[in-house]
T-cell receptor, first 113, second 111 residues
Framework: QKEVEQDPGPLSVPEGAIVSLNCTYS??????FMWYRQYSRKGPELLMY????GNKEDGRFTAQVDKSSKYISLFIRDSQPSDSATYLC?????????????FGAGTILRVKS | DARVTQTPRHKVTEMGQEVTMRCQPI?????VFWYRQTMMQGLELLAY????????DSGMPKDRFSAEMPDATLATLKIQPSEPRDSAVYFC?????????FGPGTRLTVL
């Protein structure tokens, strides 16, 4: 079993839809959680990070963490064709991982205009 | 706008040749990571440095790969000899604390 599970998709939605991207994890040592966005032929770009359970909002993006269920989500409101990319979740915990991050496989998102 | 830079952006080489990839981390960052990304395996950590000291290279094939940080502004990843299975995109990332910022990658093709 992988430490971080992420549905690879692809997920295809119409423009304006609310998108939900999810990851589950098995190691309770993870303390902080991140989402990266990767456009085709580009490097991953840090989108959001959070350290605690609950919600964190940034514009159209909301990151949600539920440590009790070992489940994290990224919600995108009013999705745009420019949101089409691969979204990778990542997580870390200093005691066990140092500065390393464990990445999910990435979910391919396609927003159709 | 500080960014991680990587050179070359593309490299095509023949099996058996040496390949050197370079990375300039963001000034002030104290951690540097080398990743390999393929469709089949996703993003794999090859090596990581903190304050220029190698902390983990367990993801690297030791017989052919080597990673170094000769100074704080340069990290290198070498493959010698290269093999077709090394064809992938190689990313460098740098960070300070928990976050990592990725470079644009080197797309390597070994024929």
């Amino acid at each position: 079993q992988k430490e971080v599970e992420q549905d690879p998709g692809p997920l295809s939605v119409p423009e304006g839809a609310i998108v939900s991207l999810n990851c589950t994890y098995s190691n309770s040592a993870f303390q902080y959680f991140m989402w990266y966005r990767q456009y085709s032929r580009k490097g991953p770009e840090l989108l959001m990070y959070t350290y605690s359970s609950g919600n964190k909002e940034d514009g159209r993006f909301t990151a949600q963490v539920d440590k009790s269920s070992k489940y994290i989500s990224l919600f995108i409101r009013d999705s745009q064709p420019s949101d089409s990319a691969t979204y990778l979740c990542a997580m870390g915990g200093r005691a066990e991982y140092g500065n390393k991050l464990v990445f999910g496989a990435g979910t391919i998102l396609r927003v159709k205009s | 706008d500080a960014r991680v830079t990587q050179t070359p952006r593309h490299k095509v080489t023949e099996m058996g040749q040496e390949v050197t990839m370079r990375c300039q981390p963001i000034l002030g960052h104290n951690t540097v990571f080398w990743y390999r990304q393929t469709m089949m395996q996703g993003l794999e950590l090859l090596a990581y440095f903190r304050n220029r000291a190698p902390l983990d290279d367990s993801g690297m094939p030791k017989d052919r790969f080597s990673a170094e940080m000769p100074d704080a502004t340069l990290a290198t990843l070498k493959i010698q000899p290269s093999e077709p299975r090394d064809s992938a995109v190689y990313f460098c990332a740098s960070g300070f604390g928990d976050t990592q910022y990725f470079g644009p990658g080197t797309r390597l093709t070994v024929l």
